[in-house]
């Protein structure tokens, strides 16, 4: 059965603070145990060290007697507290025997504490023992007592009673830690989910064509931060492409409408007998024919390019030559706006296919006529490193927005947004070239300041 993240992560965190607080409250009982049973050990060594300090008191140094009296009231006091005493003096005699005093009190007194220890704290493992003791009073022996006491310890009723409110003290830290551990659990899993659960239902519509969505909320968490950041860009990416789509309905039908239309006027006027078919009209159909035909040829290079069909043929090029040929191609053009073109620098010989480069040049070289003012200035600069030969074209010409850069190699797409053929071309050429300079592991780059100009640089590995 499958669960929401929010419940999942809740539950996640639940049942690890549930681990974590029962680990830690086992550990402390242990530990408190073990502490419990040393502070035991030591308090029985100081009931015993007190029986014999109270016994040594009792003796008459100048008399050599003993006080029987009192031998006897400290040797019930210790019965009382589990002890039981036979007190010698120096020659062996008894003085005191709790044994011989009440028989039946040291019987019972066995029995009590022997049950009460197996029942309430069968791990102890204990019995009773007896071990011999001197009295001394300074550095003389004035006799021994002989004790019977449950051993290596033994609790009392208050101990067993301290012992059973700490286990209820740490059930209690342990349930009430527990709680919150889930209430936070499910805070947090709250706080985790809720931009996770945005982005999804971003996605959701984005998927049903709402490119307009855009999550607002951001994360803590960087992964999730990155998550929102990457949808967003989608979302960017596709309304982008969208946009692009309709501009190319719109560009394309408006591209083969003016020629097509041109050709029905001239073709009816002249079917009709009101024109006749000159050799100057036949040539301006044809005219319109060949701007159907390039438009056509530029949609069949992009498709070329963009579905991995393109096949290279290489061969080791002089990209100084290249870039002459480019530019003398195009001279009506530069001769047209009285322009100037200027070839500077030198690269040696790199491998690759001719011809497609050779395009990329002459597309970079026809958009910087385009937008570039008559007396204008373009300069083709190459250079090279080590690993890379590099091509710059620069121009002074009206340049392209900040905004427009990351956009000017998508398909169909123009910074001049005129539908004048003439001047912003079919948008086509920039994503030809970039699509040519990838196939050859290069880079294509643009930078540009509005009324000053651009500058496109090539990189392709030598």
């Known amino acids: 059965m499958k669960t929401n993240l929010r419940t999942r992560l809740a539950l996640t965190i639940a049942a690890v603070s549930l681990a974590l607080i029962a680990f830690i409250s086992l550990l402390s009982s242990y530990f408190i145990n073990q502490q419990f049973k040393l502070y035991m050990t030591r308090q029985q060594d100081t009931s015993i060290r007190e029986i014999i300090d109270n016994l040594s008191a009792q003796y008459d140094e100048s008399t050599r007697t003993w006080n029987a009296e009192f031998v006897h009231t400290i040797g019930m006091y210790a019965l009382y507290d589990g002890y039981i005493i036979k007190v010698y003096d120096q020659s062996g005699q008894t003085v005191w025997d709790a044994e011989t005093w009440d028989m039946s009190a040291c019987i ?14 069968p791990q102890s493992n204990g019995s009773f023992t007896s071990e011999d003791r001197i009295i001394q009073r300074g550095a003389t022996t004035i006799g021994s007592v002989n ?3 449950f051993g290596p310890y033994f609790y009392r009723d208050n101990d067993f009673e301290f012992l059973r409110q700490l286990s209820d003290a740490l059930l209690i830290v342990a349930s009430f830690s527990l709680l919150i551990s889930i209430l936070v659990g499910f805070f947090v899993a709250k706080r985790i989910s809720r931009p996770i659960l945005s982005a999804i239902d971003a996605t959701a519509l984005i998927a049903r064509g709402d490119y307009d969505i855009r999550i607002q909320e951001s994360s803590p968490i960087a992964e999730v931060d990155q998550l929102i950041e990457s949808v967003n860009h989608l979302a960017d990416s596709l309304d982008q492409q969208e946009s692009l789509k309709k501009q190319l309905t719109s560009d394309v039908a408006h591209e083969l409408r003016t020629p097509l239309t041109t ?3 001239f073709l009816e006027a002249m079917l009709e007998g009101v024109w006749e078919p000159t050799a100057e009209r036949l040539q301006s159909c044809q005219d319109e024919v060949a701007r159907i035909t390039n438009l056509v040829k530029d949609l069949e290079n992009l498709a070329t390019v963009e579905n991995g069909t393109l096949k290279l043929e290489k061969s080791m090029t002089d990209m100084v030559g290249l870039v002459g040929q480019s530019v003398n191609a195009l001279q009506m053009q530069v001769a047209q706006k009285n322009m100037t073109i200027e070839i500077r620098g030198t690269c040696d010989p790199i491998y690759v296919d001719r011809n497609r480069i050779g395009q990329v040049v002459i597309n970079l070289l026809t958009n910087a006529i385009k937008y570039t003012p008559e007396n204008g200035k373009i300069i083709v600069e190459l250079r090279q490193t080590e690993d890379i030969s590099i091509l710059n074209v620069i121009d002074n010409g009206s340049g392209i927005p900040q905004e427009e850069l990351p956009l ?6 123009r910074a001049d947004k005129s539908r004048n053929r003439e001047t912003g071309g079919s948008g086509i050429g920039l994503t030809i070239a970039k699509s040519i300079v990838e196939a050859h592991a290069g880079t294509i780059e643009v930078q540009s300041v509005v009324d000053q100009g651009s500058t496109f640089t090539v990189k392709l590995p030598r």
């Not at 019972?108 to 704290?121: A, G, N, R, S, W």
């Open 108 to 121: 019972q007194l066995k029995e009590d504490i022997t049950h009460v220890m197996m029942t309430k704290y």
């Open 147 to 149: 004790l019977t006491y």
């Open 263 to 265: 050709l029905q006027t």
């Open 408 to 413: 000017i190699f998508e398909r169909f797409y």
